[in-house]
């Protein structure tokens, strides 16, 4: 089965650009849920979709959003990027929404903004 | 609001002995779970062990334990017989079947040969 995947892997933007992250979850998990990563601020947490619905969201602002498809594969969109949102960027996929439901990431996508 | 504490930003062991990371948690809901992660450096986040809240009796997983203190609200994993292969970041996560997960901060895990 293959796991988790981010692309891209790495990218460098400048501020005021946007930028689009893609996370395809393992076949037949229906639920993505997205983190920012940063070594100050550990895990935070983005959104949760779940049938092309969002669950839940953290508490970042509108610059941030996310949608998720008919085949669970999910993306994520930052607009007017700004340097404090230079981060590892980790997509996770479960099977479903239960708390009991284990995690599996993917590899992240670390932005740069300059 | 959910909230998830890892007091010890890094620790270090020696090869072959064990090592006990904390956490302490704090939720409003009565159902719930308990994850320890590890992220390795530059390689993925996994799973190391899970704990249901509603079970008395703490997880295992071969050289990883958990000491699992309902009451006070901690979760804290135990290392046996530590490995050079342990050496990582370990999250700490609860998970409610609100579907939102939370996470501390980690404690990077420095295993001494």
């Known amino acids: 089965k293959a796991g988790v995947t981010q692309t891209p892997r790495y990218l460098i933007k400048t501020r005021g650009q946007q930028v689009t992250l893609s996370c395809s979850p393992i076949?037949?998990?229906?639920?993505v849920s997205w983190y920012q990563q940063t070594p100050g601020q550990g895990l935070q947490f983005l959104f949760e979709?779940?049938?092309?619905?969002?669950?839940n969201k953290g508490n970042f602002p509108g610059r941030f959003s996310g949608r998720q498809f008919s085949n669970s594969r999910s993306e994520m969109n930052v607009s007017t990027l700004e340097l404090g949102d230079s981060a590892l960027y980790l997509c996770a996929s479960s099977e479903g929404y239960s708390g009991a439901n284990v995690l599996t990431f993917g590899a992240g996508s670390r932005l740069t903004v300059l | 609001a959910q909230t998830v504490t890892q007091s010890q930003p890094e620790m270090s062991v020696q090869e072959a002995e064990t090592v006990t990371l904390s956490c302490t948690y704090d939720t409003s809901e009565s159902d719930y779970y308990l994850f320890w992660y590890k992220q390795p450096p530059s390689r993925q986040m996994i799973l190391v062990i899970r704990q249901e809240a509603y079970k008395q009796q703490n997880a295992t997983e071969n050289r990883f334990s958990v000491n699992f203190q309902k009451a006070a609200k901690s979760f804290s994993l135990k290392i046996s017989d530590s490995q050079l292969g342990d050496a990582a970041m370990y999250f700490c996560a609860c998970n409610t079947n609100a579907g939102k997960s939370t996470f501390g901060d980690g404690t990077t895990l420095t295993v001494k040969p």
């Open positions: 076949s037949g998990h229906r639920s």
């Open positions: 979709y779940f049938s092309e619905t969002q669950r």
